[in-house]
């Protein structure tokens, strides 16, 4: 070959080419560039060699770093999205008919992990993830790392029948979230995860590869709405709903940016029609949408991050308004503010610090002010949520469990943590007059609540019945639509407070 380009190099003309240079069992890649001339009738042929095994090594490591992870060492999202851009080229040159896929995989509460455990543990359980299934590769398999705890298997020709490949898939899935299944052991720590995954099918007429990408996630999304730890394969019906959902998150944003919520008070009494304090609620107006639920958007707001944020206006805002009503004379300090506070934020290092900046800043009693925490909340590690929660008691701020029974609460944590209230969820007292094992689990957490020091509030009480029922069974403290509904300050004051200490409930 060397000899064909020295042939062919016409006189007066130089080239250059690469090559690789063996020498014994050593390669050496090298540079080499020629020149041929004419002196006194002869043909002088010039070469001039140069190693450049540096520059290869650094045109290598450029391309590493350029399409491979730096933490796991696999391919990345660029890589796989060529590869992709490959694969459907390929299918529109050869028109061919077979099936390819991409299956998108999410462990399943990977910040958790991150968080509690340290980054370093983190990237490790990545490195393990990433070993563990890289022997799901092949000829016409990449296993990528597309950033963060997601990852992504490109497979091409899988077949003809679509049906056939649908199943292929499917149990490709199950191999996957099989094999997350198992305990990991990294370092000193045995740590158990799960992942949910996204798939879709493609044979080169869906578009572009960025198309195909977004098909992918929106069927991982759905599977992590099934509950994780589960595979769903995308759908077209399912892009409506992806694109609902990136608009919610983007008016979301916005939302938080420009603090477009509002806060609402529903009152809570007790058994001698007494006003005991309120209930703190955020309501967001949004212009296309009108008022959208809490229930619908604060999943959202902890999943992409926003909910601490928000949970930060809340507090603020609350506190703001205790403040000025006490003042004014409306606000008496022997009622409580209950406000919420997400599992997310209240794990957060600076919430204490957080919490006693803001009491200072109001000037608010701290006994005028109640938090509302979870019981799933105490699952994810008692102990430091222990240490936090007995640190909130000694400022003086009450402690409640909210939407108590829901949960998987255990008696023997219960004992421990230093609650002043639970709140009875409403769908026990909904059901109340009507079902008797709601009556059961209504009268056994008063009772325990009762041997515990606790005292126990009912949530959605709406009608005249449901309270009579109640406080014969013990239950003295109330909140729901038969007392009052959730208002906006200005109207809670008139319909609650204004002119009458001890007001009436609204029939």
Known sequence: EFSNILDSLKVSESSTVETVYQIRNVELPVEIHLAKY??????????????????????????????????????????????????????????????????????????????????????????CVATQLSY????????????????????????????????????????????????KKVGHHEVHITASLGATIFDGDEGSAEAILKQADTALYRAKEFGRNTFALYKPEMQAVSDARLEMEKALHHATEFKLFELYYQPQTNDKNELIGAETLIRWKDEKRGFISPAEFIPVAEEIGLIVEIGHWVLNEALSQVATWLKEGKW????????????????????????????????????????????????????????????????GVHLSIDDFGTGYSSLKYLKSLPIDRLKIDQSFVRDLLTDKSDEAIVHAVIAMAKALNISVLAEGVETLPHYDRLREIGCFYYQGYYFGHPLPPNEFIAAFVHDSPTPKPSL
């Open 136 to 183: 799901l590769t092949g000829d016409n398999i990449v296993f990528a790392r597309m950033g963060g705890d997601e990852f992504a298997f490109l497979l091409t020709h899988i077949g003809d029948k679509k049906d056939k490949v649908e199943k292929a898939i499917s149990g490709f899935a199950e191999s996957i979230m099989y094999a997350c299944q198992q305990v």
């Open 332 to 395: 008496q300090q022997s009622w409580r503010m209950s406000i919420n506070v997400s599992p997310i934020q209240f794990q957060q290092a600076g919430f204490l610090p957080m919490l006693k900046e803001q009491l200072g800043k109001h000037d608010v009693p701290a006994n005028c002010v109640d938090l509302e925490i979870t019981e799933n909340m105490l699952l994810n590690d008692l102990s430091p949520c222990l240490e936090k929660m007995n640190a909130i008691k000694a400022l």
């Open 38 to 127: 004419k002196v006194l009738d002869k043909i002088e042929i010039l070469l001039l060699i140069r190693d450049v095994s540096e520059r290869k090594e650094t045109e290598a490591h450029i391309h590493h770093l350029a399409y491979y992870d730096s933490v796991t060492n696999l391919p990345n999202r660029q890589y796989l999205a060529d590869k992709l851009h490959e694969a459907l080229k390929c299918k529109k040159q050869n028109s061919t008919s077979s099936y390819s896929a991409v299956v998108f995989m999410d462990l399943d509460r990977f910040k958790t992990i991150n968080d509690s455990l340290g980054h370093n543990v983190g990237d490790k359980l990545l490195c």
